[in-house]
């Protein structure tokens, strides 16, 4: 099967898949992946210029992956960091799947509370926390599972003190506010510095 563009279509993008012998569709998951995206990984309107989509291999060793993600988060690019994480998720055998399912929703929750999303956050972070304690003995890869878990227990508290009562995510302005400069979010939403994935 291939992918071609319907230049046709008013806007010039629409996403044709071929199928071999003849029958083309419209694709709309592979529209849906195609529409631009902020640094937070909202969507953007048409014809506005966003963050250029990772080119990710199938998958990196683990080393490159953490080394990516770390990258990503240090920049402000806390959604990108995500999809790296989980590609390593998504392939990771029964052993690692959780230590990688952790980090993943730990990029998760920090792009949450960098949205505004204070409660949704606080309980991504929460399983993210809970996924990673089984590691803390013998984490894999030098993560740095007590840091992590530290660094979230932090944010959590952090947040607490910023919000007693956590706003509910679809609650008004605090909520969509876009992102202060510097990828910390809206007041409220303390992010603070990135964690350290690796010792």
């Known amino acids: 099967m291939t992918t071609s563009r319907d230049p046709g279509h008013p806007d010039g993008g629409e996403l044709v898949r071929h199928r071999p ?14 529409r631009p995206r902020d640094a937070l990984g909202r969507f953007l309107p048409p014809g506005v210029a966003g963050v250029p989509p990772l080119e ?52 998760v929750g920090v792009t949450h509370l960098a949205r505004g999303n204070i409660r949704g956050g606080v309980a991504v972070l929460g399983r993210a926390s809970d996924n990673l304690a089984p590691y803390a003995e013998y ?13 979230i227990a932090d944010r959590v508290a952090a947040v607490g003190r910023a919000h007693p009562q956590p706003p509910c995510a679809t609650a008004g302005p605090a909520a969509s506010a876009d992102p202060q400069p510097g990828g910390n979010g809206p007041p409220g939403a303390p992010v603070g510095r990135p964690p350290r994935l690796v010792r």
């Not at 012998?21 to 195609?34: R, T």
């Not at 984490?139 to 660094?151: E, I, N």
């Open 21 to 34: 012998g003849g029958g083309d569709f419209l694709d709309p998951v592979a529209q849906i992946a195609e």
């Open 139 to 151: 984490p894999p890869h030098d993560v740095d599972v007590a840091g992590l878990r530290g660094w």
């Open 56 to 107: 990710l291999p199938t998958s990196l060793p683990p080393r490159a992956t953490l080394a990516a993600a770390q990258h990503l988060l240090d920049t402000g690019h806390p959604f990108q960091a995500h999809e790296v994480l989980e590609v390593a998720w998504k392939s990771a055998g029964d052993v690692e799947r959780n230590l990688w399912r952790g980090l993943t929703q730990l990029a």
